[in-house]
Nanobody
């Protein structure tokens, strides 16, 4: 079993910055991919950024403002968020593809989310 726990959310003024963290724990052999998703009130969950094999991908709405990174030794994912806008307000969720045992199937896990509120 694997757990993902997000942290770092909070209330920030427009133009401000935050760094979100996602710590993975449990039975982990390898993590092939990790990502951040968000869900704003009344909207569907959407991809924010992903990292896999050293490459990164971002939603168009966050390019140039958000940076995803991963500390593989600590099984921790980060999202540096700069120049926050009110439309960034959402619950941010961590997601990971995890192999718990060698040659076993990859399982996908979600964290419970951390709330980011951007308001003046």
């Amino acid at each position: 079993q694997v757990q993902l726990v997000e942290s770092g959310g909070g209330l920030v003024q427009p133009g401000g910055s935050l760094r979100l963290s996602c710590a993975a724990s449990g039975t982990i052999f390898s993590i092939s991919a990790m990502g951040w998703y968000r869900q704003a009130p009344g909207k569907q969950r959407e991809l924010v950024a992903t990292t896999s094999g050293g490459s990164t991908d971002y939603a168009d709405s966050v390019k140039g403002r958000f940076t995803i990174s991963r500390d593989s030794a600590k099984n921790t994912l980060y999202l540096q968020i700069n120049s926050l806008k009110p439309e960034d307000t959402a619950v941010y969720y961590c997601n990971a593809d995890v192999r718990s045992l060698p040659r076993s199937s990859v399982m996908n896990y979600w964290g419970k989310g951390t709330l980011v509120t951007v308001s003046s």
